[in-house]
T-cell receptor
Framework: KAGVTQTPRYLIKTRGQQVTLSCSPI?????VSWYQQTPGQGLQFLFE???????NKGNFPGRFSGRQFSNSRSEMNVSTLELGDSALYLC???????????????FGSGTRLTVV | GNSVTQMEGPVTLSEEAFLTINCTYT??????LFWYVQYPGEGLQLLLK?????DKGSNKGFEATYRKETTSFHLEKGSVQVSDSAVYFC?????????????FGRGTSLIVHP
C-alpha cells in the first residue's frame, strides 16, 4: 500500500515569504501529526489533526498553522518565514490519536525547507 | 511530564559487533514504547514496539524489552551490519484516547565500519 506522501521534497524560500507543505497519509489513517526536525533541537512536535480537528499543538508561534481535509490529507503553513525555520518537516500518520499507542506512526520522507 | 533519554552518540562499531543503545523514560500511566530508525535523507521508520511491561519487541535482528522496574527500553542487536548505520530514536506514546503528545528522544547515531 502507498506510504505517507509529502510534497514538495525540497523548498527554498526567502525570509518574509510564506510556504504551504502537503501531506497525504496512509489510506484509512485519520490522525496526521507534523514535526520539525533540526540538528540542534531534534524532533519537535508541531500539531496533530484527527478527523479534521486540531487535537494537540506544540510550542510554536502562531505563524505555524495547519489544517486537515475530509479525505485526511493535511497541509501546514508557515507565514513570514524566518531563517530559523529552516528544517526538515515531517508528517506522520496513524490509525490512532496521540502517536498511536498500539500501532505507532508511519512517517513521510519529509520536506526540506531552506529559508535564505 | 513525559521524557525519554537516550545515550549520546555517535556509537561507532565494527561490522558483526554487538550493539546496545540505552533508552530510559519517565511517564505517567502505562505508555507504549517504540524504536524508530532514520536513514540519511529519509523520514523515520518504525523499527519495533512494545505496548506493556515485559513485552519484547523485535524486528530485523533488533530487540528491546519493556522494563517497567527500571523504566528502560534498551535496543540490542547481536551482529550489526554496515547497512544498520542510521540514527535511532526511542519514543513513548500515551495510552489510546489520551490527549498527550508523544515524546521522542534526541536520537543516537550509529556508524558501522566494514
Amino acid at each position: 500500500k502507498a506510504g505517507v506522501t509529502q510534497t514538495p521534497r525540497y523548498l527554498i524560500k526567502t525570509r518574509g515569504q510564506q510556504v504551504t507543505l502537503s501531506c497525504s497519509p496512509i489510506s484509512g489513517h485519520r490522525s496526521v501529526s507534523w514535526y520539525q526536525q533540526t540538528p540542534g533541537q531534534g524532533l519537535q512536535f508541531l500539531f496533530e489533526y484527527f478527523s479534521e480537528t486540531q487535537r494537540n499543538k506544540g510550542n510554536f508561534p502562531g505563524r505555524f498553522s495547519g489544517r486537515q481535509f475530509s479525505n485526511s490529507r493535511s497541509e501546514m503553513n508557515v507565514s513570514t518565514l524566518e531563517l530559523g525555520d529552516s528544517a526538515l518537516y515531517l508528517c506522520a500518520s496513524s490509525l490512532e490519536r496521540s502517536g498511536g499507542a498500539n500501532y505507532g506512526y508511519t512517517f513521510g520522507s519529509g520536506t526540506r525547507l531552506t529559508v535564505v | 511530564g513525559n521524557s525519554v533519554t537516550q545515550m549520546e552518540g555517535p556509537v561507532t562499531l565494527s561490522e558483526e559487533a554487538f550493539l546496545t543503545i540505552n533508552c530510559t523514560y519517565t511517564a505517567t500511566g502505562y505508555p507504549s514504547l517504540f524504536w524508530y530508525v532514520q536513514y540519511p535523507g529519509e523520514g523515520l521508520q518504525l523499527l519495533l514496539k512494545a505496548t506493556k511491561a515485559d513485552d519484547k519487541g523485535s524486528n530485523k535482528g533488533f530487540e528491546a524489552t519493556y522494563r517497567k522496574e527500571t523504566t528502560s527500553f534498551h535496543l540490542e542487536k547481536g551482529s550489526v551490519q554496515v547497512s544498520d548505520s542510521a540514527v535511532y530514536f526511542c519514543a513513548l506514546s500515551p495510552p489510546s484516547g489520551g490527549s498527550y503528545i508523544p515524546t521522542f528522544g534526541r536520537g543516537t547515531s550509529l556508524i558501522v565500519h566494514p
